[in-house]
């Protein structure tokens, strides 16, 4: 990941008004008392939407979790249990969700201050910017990002922190180079699980996922190099058999956990 960052961003896949309109915002958030700035503008417009939607909010809410149920049933990439767990999950999700009350005056208040807060942390201003960053800035930014979406799902009732603490990792198979653990989290009360799949190599472990995301990632510019290089006198190989014989290392800075 570190040996790729940068390949793929690219300022000109936004156009100068969104570049323009990025600028603002984070202007506009990261200004001296941006907070109160911003909640003296939008609290008539919040109030109004309460007024008006509050009502059909958990309707609303019950119809996105009918579609990702619905997701979740037609996928073909998620086993059987795989499926129990994900529905398990999104229940547990979507019942805190639909009596929440997202329009709170005070709960948008305290969420707006973690916005504008995070904002500030942040070491860019515009796109520009953000895209031209070396890793290690980026990650600090990626760090107050996450630190920021935590407190604002505190401030709805959901401790992200607190969810991780209850942890419980077991081991359900480990042939040295494959392993498959399960992880169970007790999410507001009902304990839900995971099983993930992880591989070794070089001497450490990694979800399989992640790596398969990455070999991908790590195989496109090899790929792009590939097709423009001219025919020779052999046929040229199909896209899909380039894929399959690209096979470059996985980054090291991938997340590596021990099963």
Known sequence: ??????????????????????ARMMTLLSAP?????????????????????????????GMLRTMADTGVQRST?????????ALTALGVLSAWAEKT??????????????????????????????LSMPYPEAMKDVGHLWSGV????????????????????????DDGNVAVVRTTFDVLGTPVTRDSTLIRQDGRWYDRDTLLHWRAVLAEPAVAASVAKPASAAAPASAASVHRVATPAVATSAHARKP
């Open 33 to 61: 008392g941006a907070q109160q700035l911003l909640w003296v503008e939008m609290k008539p417009r919040l109030l109004r939407a309460r007024q008006q939607y509050q009502a059909r909010l958990p309707t609303m809410l």
């Open 1 to 22: 990941m570190r040996a790729r960052w940068g390949l793929h961003r690219n300022l000109n896949q936004f156009s100068p008004a969104d570049r323009a309109q990025f």
């Open 150 to 173: 935590k407190q604002a799902l505190d401030v709805y009732g959901l401790s992200i922190d607190t969810i991780l603490d209850t942890a419980q990792i077991k081991v359900l198979s």
């Open 101 to 130: 009350d997202w329009l709170n005056p005070d709960k948008v208040y305290q969420a707006l201050g973690v916005l504008t807060a995070t904002a500030q942390k942040m070491s860019f201003r515009t796109l520009n910017e953000a």
């Open 77 to 85: 990439r998620l086993t059987a249990a795989e499926k129990v767990q």
